[in-house]
């Protein structure tokens, strides 16, 4: 299993529009591209969120494989779709995993 782990400080102003949009939307999209079988959403525990409020998203692949297939047809279009509604409203961070077993 290969897990596409994205880490996201989120600003306090957009926090609740993008939170709805990241449940409603975003992770539906991210999993309808077919390259993912599943997903797991946390809420990063900080001590000082005043500057923002951290999440991370991991997108399970069964495959290297289909995640380069995310990579080269579908993430440059949802990470431009993401920026075009909350640019500079956040920063992110992208980790590739492989889970040992």
């Known amino acids: 299993m ?7 400080k989120v600003d306090l102003d957009t926090h609740d529009e993008w ?6 939307e975003h992770i ?3 999993l309808n ?3 993912f079988v599943k997903y797991k959403f ?14 991370n ?3 399970y692949a069964l495959n290297m494989s289909d995640y380069f297939d995310y990579q080269a047809e579908h993430a ?7 920026l075009e509604r909350f640019k500079d409203k956040f920063v992110a961070f992208r980790t590739l ?5």
């Not at 990063?44 to 005043?50: P, Q, S």
């Not at 995993?97 to 077993?101: A, H, S």
């Open 76 to 82: 440059l279009m949802l990470q431009a779709k993401t």
């Open 33 to 35: 591209t077919g390259k």
């Open 28 to 30: 539906s999209e991210v």
């Open 97 to 101: 995993l492989k889970e040992v077993e």
């Open 42 to 55: 946390h809420k990063v525990l900080a001590d000082d969120e005043r500057d923002g409020i951290t999440y």
């Open 2 to 8: 290969v897990i596409y782990s994205v880490t996201i």
């Open 19 to 24: 939170l709805a949009w990241m449940k409603k």
């Open 57 to 59: 998203v991991q997108y």
